[in-house]
């Protein structure tokens, strides 16, 4: 069973920074991509960015230059780093696998932009 479990989010104003981490309770990363989603209130969960096993990235138009995915295969951790943030960045993170296993899915991390 892979625990997945996501940490570092916050409060922060408009135009901040935060770094969200997920660490696995073991190794998925050599063989999966590595998704970051984000769920709004009242909107759908949403891939944001997806980190490839050979480091290759993906972003949602929306976050593109702004957020930066990467991976520490060895902790079995990948971060965001999520710069310029907004208002519409306001929502609970989660990481999981791309396409994303049901049973992975943890508690997610909240961040909060306010204006």
């Known amino acids: 069973q892979v625990q997945l479990v996501e940490s570092g989010g916050g409060l922060v104003q408009a135009g901040g920074s935060l770094r969200l981490s997920c660490a696995a309770s073991r190794s998925i990363f050599s063989v999966n991509g590595m998704g970051w989603y984000r769920q709004a209130p009242g909107k759908q969960r949403e891939l944001v960015a997806r980190i490839a096993s050979d480091g290759s990235t993906y972003y949602v138009h929306s976050v593109k230059g702004r957020f930066a995915a990467s991976r520490d295969n060895a902790k079995n951790t990948v971060y965001l780093q999520m710069n310029s943030l907004k208002p519409e960045d306001t929502a609970v993170y989660y990481c999981?696998?791309?396409?994303?296993?049901?049973?992975?899915w943890g508690q997610g991390t909240q961040v909060t932009v306010s204006s």
């Open positions: 999981n696998v791309v396409p994303p296993i049901y049973d992975y």
